[in-house]
């Protein structure tokens, strides 16, 4: 009988030991297993993750490299846009669209005169004096020139200036007036602007004036007022005759000084380019040649023009 408990009881602890450790082995299983599967599935995630964000980066990349193509088209665009407008301006701002600059240099008698002048290498008128004592054969002077002015001596408050060969006078007859304009027309054929040395007096005489201005127009001479007054009639008659009022709309050289004169042409650049177009009027003067030559660089801003290029 003990025989027989004994035999039981060893075989129901070795059941439940057997049960223990299968039990214990599983349990390690299951945890080893977990472990596993959470490594696994850790990796992996971190394999997404990765996979996830160089996708992404690659994405947010292309969307970027899109971007900046599209910036640097839009950019391309608005250089092209600001290169054609530059270019408008250019355009507008050409040789023949800037501020039209005339300048006359009055008081020409002689050949070295001219030939100063010429030297400069610029558009500027000669006004030449008709035949006086200072040199009676000046009108010769014209005779090779395609642009150029008569300056014709007109009574002034002077009486010195006032002896000037031939000048013509309030007192003047309209014959006289008259007779004077075919003679200059006679002497320069090729004349086609006219205007005054001195003549404070005589300008101012509203008949007078209006028979010197009818007999240039009758020998197609255009008249340019020097203005030696502000109470000038040239401008009333210009218009009752029709006609475009030519004027000078400033004096270079009253000061002669080099950088005065200097100064005064800037000032008539500022002119033109305010109203479009301006006159100058200088002098022979050795100072005036200087300081035109100064000037060049700041003449290119305008169109330097000859008179009878101005319409």
């Given at each position: 009988?003990?025989?027989?408990?004994?035999?039981?009881?060893?075989?129901?602890?070795?059941?439940?030991?057997?049960?223990?450790?299968?039990?214990?082995?599983?349990?390690?299983?299951?945890?080893?297993?977990?472990?596993?599967?959470?490594?696994?599935?850790?990796?992996?995630?971190?394999?997404?993750?990765?996979?996830?964000?160089?996708?992404?980066?690659?994405?947010?990349?292309?969307?970027?490299?899109?971007?900046?193509?599209?910036?640097?088209?839009?950019?391309?665009?608005?250089?092209?846009i600001?290169?054609?407008?530059?270019n408008?301006?250019?355009?507008?701002?050409?040789?023949s669209?800037?501020?039209?600059?005339?300048?006359?240099?009055?008081?020409?008698?002689?050949?070295?005169?001219?030939?100063?002048?010429?030297?400069?290498?610029?558009?500027?008128?000669?006004?030449?004096?008709?035949?006086?004592?200072?040199?009676?054969h000046?009108?010769?002077?014209?005779?090779?020139?395609?642009?150029?002015?008569?300056?014709?001596?007109?009574?002034?408050?002077?009486?010195?200036l006032?002896?000037?060969?031939?000048?013509?006078?309030?007192?003047?007859?309209?014959?006289?007036i008259?007779?004077?304009?075919?003679?200059?027309?006679?002497?320069?054929?090729?004349?086609?602007?006219?205007?005054?040395?001195?003549?404070?007096?005589?300008?101012?005489?509203?008949?007078?004036?209006?028979?010197?201005?009818?007999?240039?127009?009758?020998?197609?001479?255009?008249?340019?007022?020097?203005?030696t007054?502000?109470?000038?009639?040239?401008?009333?008659?210009?218009?009752e005759?029709?006609?475009?009022?030519?004027?000078?709309?400033?004096?270079?050289?009253?000061?002669?000084?080099?950088?005065?004169?200097?100064?005064?042409?800037?000032?008539?650049?500022?002119?033109?380019?305010?109203?479009?177009?301006?006159?100058?009027i200088?002098?022979?003067?050795?100072?005036?040649?200087?300081?035109?030559?100064?000037?060049?660089?700041?003449?290119?801003?305008?169109?330097?023009?000859?008179?009878?290029?101005?319409?």
């Open positions: 009988m003990k025989f027989i408990v004994i035999i039981f009881f060893t075989i129901f602890i070795y059941s439940n030991s057997y049960s223990i450790v299968e039990n214990f082995n599983t349990t390690k299983s299951v945890k080893i297993k977990r472990k596993f599967t959470k490594v696994k599935r850790a990796k992996t995630k971190k394999v997404k993750k990765v996979f996830y964000r160089k996708k992404s980066k690659k994405v947010v990349v292309k969307k970027v490299f899109k971007k900046r193509a599209i910036k640097k088209r839009v950019v391309q665009k608005k250089v092209v600001k290169k054609a407008t530059t408008k301006k250019l355009v507008k701002t050409t040789h669209n800037r501020a039209k600059l005339v300048i006359i240099i009055d008081d020409i008698a002689h050949k070295y005169e001219l030939n100063r002048l010429k030297s400069l290498g610029l558009k500027v008128t000669p006004s030449i004096f008709p035949p006086s004592k200072m040199n009676m000046s009108n010769l002077l014209a005779k090779d020139l395609k642009h150029f002015m008569v300056h014709l001596p007109l009574q002034s408050n002077s009486k010195a006032n002896k000037m060969h031939k000048t013509l006078l309030v007192t003047s007859s309209n014959k006289v008259k007779d004077r304009v075919l003679e200059i027309k006679r002497l320069f054929p090729n004349v086609k602007f006219l205007n005054n040395h001195t003549g404070s007096v005589f300008s101012q005489n509203y008949k007078k004036s209006k028979a010197l201005y009818s007999a240039l127009l009758s020998s197609g001479i255009l008249f340019l007022d020097s203005r007054t502000k109470y000038t009639k040239f401008k009333k008659i210009a218009k005759f029709n006609q475009r009022y030519y004027k000078c709309d400033h004096f270079i050289d009253n000061k002669v000084s080099t950088q005065a004169i200097l100064k005064e042409i800037k000032r008539g650049i500022a002119i033109a380019k305010s109203k479009g177009y301006a006159v100058l200088g002098h022979p003067h050795q100072q005036t040649f200087k300081a035109l030559n100064l000037a060049k660089k700041y003449l290119k801003s305008v169109n330097l023009i000859y008179i009878d290029e101005l319409w």
